[in-house]
């Protein structure tokens, strides 16, 4: 099992002295090599599930287990990528894509081999000595998969990563992102608020209520090309997976 939630409920100390429950009891388990998003309601604690798998937060109560074991802090096991680039803009391409690997004490000739590499299964081979604000939005984001991958997580985080780019760099990323991430055999959890995305990426979806976040819904995406989301695109299931997640959301009941 590459990544399980074992009846993790989280809360928070707030100023007015009430606890808030950020999510409560939470169970599922992702397998190997598989892709699974979350999806649900603002504030439900999306974000807080990432953050206990990357170990940045404990549980209050249950236990998170990265390849079976019990994550208590942040670690080499999970690699994370967020919406927001955050690439350094003082180093070139391959300088913030061989950045994972300098902390950890990779000498710099296997470095820059494994960081090439990365930067040509994220198409951008030819950009190694370009800067930041010399690429597009989605060219960075590339840069930062890039990253994420050149360390060799057994689980990737990937935190709304598209949420900031224009519709079309957007079906043009996830493409992208969902060959590479299928080439790469990578564990994968994804967040996002976007239905579609979700049927498209996914080998399985899970559903969380409103704050405090619980699992409402676990959905299967039974189709072909889970690497190739544009294929998918076409697929008329992909509509009613998509209404499916938006009745257990009841956001017709929500609408103004
Ligand atoms: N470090 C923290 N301290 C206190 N409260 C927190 C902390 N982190 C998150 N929360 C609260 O926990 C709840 C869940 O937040 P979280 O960011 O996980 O939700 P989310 O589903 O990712 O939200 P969104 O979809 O809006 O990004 C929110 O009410 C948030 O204010």
Known sequence: MALEFRGVTKQF????????????????KVNEGEFVSVVGPSGCGKSTLLSMTAGLY???AGEVLVSEERVTGPNDHVGFMLQKDLLLPWRNIVGNVEFGLEARGVPKGPRRERAMREL????????????????????????????????????????????????????????????????????????THDLAEAVLMSDRILVLSERPGSIIAEIKVDLPDRAHPLRRRVMPEVGEYAGQIFRHLKLEEKAI
Request: some cysteine.
């Open 58 to 60: 404990q549980p209050t």
């Open 13 to 28: 100390a707030t100023n007015s002295g009430w606890d808030l429950t950020a999510i409560r009891d939470v169970t599922f």
């Open 120 to 191: 040509q299964r994220c198409h951008l081979a030819g950009f190694e000595n370009h800067y930041p604000y010399q690429l597009s939005g989605g060219m960075r984001q590339r840069a930062a998969l890039a990253r994420t991958l050149a360390v060799d997580p057994e689980i990737i985080l990937l935190d709304e990563p598209f949420s900031a780019l224009d519709a079309q760099t957007k079906l043009l990323l996830q493409d992208s992102f969902a060959t590479t991430i299928a080439e790469s055999g990578k564990t994968t959890l994804l967040i």
